[in-house]
């Protein structure tokens, strides 16, 4: 079977499943239920993208984006003044690997700190998960990697999806929303999920403008990116309400360090 048959295969499964999900979670925590729609929405995207770039229907959108970030006269050149492709390098730094494992050890160690000792094993689940599914969606696909316009950027993997794309929505968008699962008052946590989210999307479009990504491979980054954060989640989520993992409240020792002080 080719590859855009076990996709469409997949994709009539996944239907089912949904339908069987959804059913046993209405009634239950609505919050829960939206954010699972979400979800499907999400993989169902990133399936319906993956079977349209596999018979490279989207060859001439993706060409035409990159190529208008170039000047007409040479394509070597990124359109806008020069610290525009150095601030494009620097928000492409971080979505690199190195960046975000600093970030998930400093998120480590603020919920060690404040003794949510298992969510820091929900993190490194989800955040080795997300890099091994990135690994395996590029190999699985293997697209090559853009050739419209010289790179502004070493590249040394295949194009879909993106992985800067794909992990920095992992990694930061699965480090906002437990840390949010772990903070009481709301407008921090509204806050540090729209830092997550703004990085997310700055992280992409610097991929696109350095010219080793097309449009869509980015896009395929996010919604891949997006589900596993929204998986983590929602596994977070189910997990605190059985009290297998630490929830928003303050523990006994942290409880106890902020009252001596």
Same mark, same amino acid.
């Given at each position: ?58 060859? &001439? ?10 000047? &007409? ?189």
């Amino acid at each position: 079977m080719s590859e855009t048959g076990w996709l469409k295969l997949f994709s009539r499964r996944l239907l089912k499943w949904i339908e069987f999900a959804v059913n046993w979670l209405k009634g239950r925590e609505p919050l829960l239920l939206v954010f699972f729609l979400i979800l499907a929405g999400a993989t169902w995207a990133f399936i319906e993208l993956t079977d349209e770039v596999l018979e490279q229907e989207t060859q &001439a959108f993706d060409k035409w984006v990159i190529r208008s970030m170039r000047r &007409a006269n040479d394509p070597s050149i990124p359109i806008g003044p020069p610290w525009v492709q150095e601030m494009g390098r620097d928000l492409t730094a971080l979505g690199g690997v190195a960046t975000l494992v600093f970030f998930t050890t400093v998120v480590a160690g603020y919920l060690w700190i404040e003794g949510k000792k298992r969510v820091i094993l929900l993190l490194l689940f989800a955040s080795l998960g997300g890099l091994l599914l990135s690994s395996a969606l590029k190999h699985f696909i293997s697209r090559p990697r853009p050739d419209v316009v010289p790179h502004l950027s070493y590249v040394y993997t295949s194009s879909f999806p993106s992985g800067h794309s794909m992990l920095s929505a992992v990694i930061y968008l699965t480090l906002g929303a437990l840390l949010a699962s772990v903070i009481q008052r709301t407008r921090v946590k509204i806050y540090v999920l729209c830092v997550a989210l703004l990085l997310t999307v700055l992280i992409g479009l610097s991929r696109i403008y350095l010219g080793v990504h097309y449009p869509t491979d980015v896009i395929a980054g996010w919604t891949a990116g997006l589900a596993w954060a929204l998986f983590c989640w929602i596994l977070a989520r189910w997990l605190q309400q059985r009290h297998r993992i630490e929830d928003a409240s303050p523990t006994s020792e942290s409880a106890a360090a902020d009252s001596e002080v």
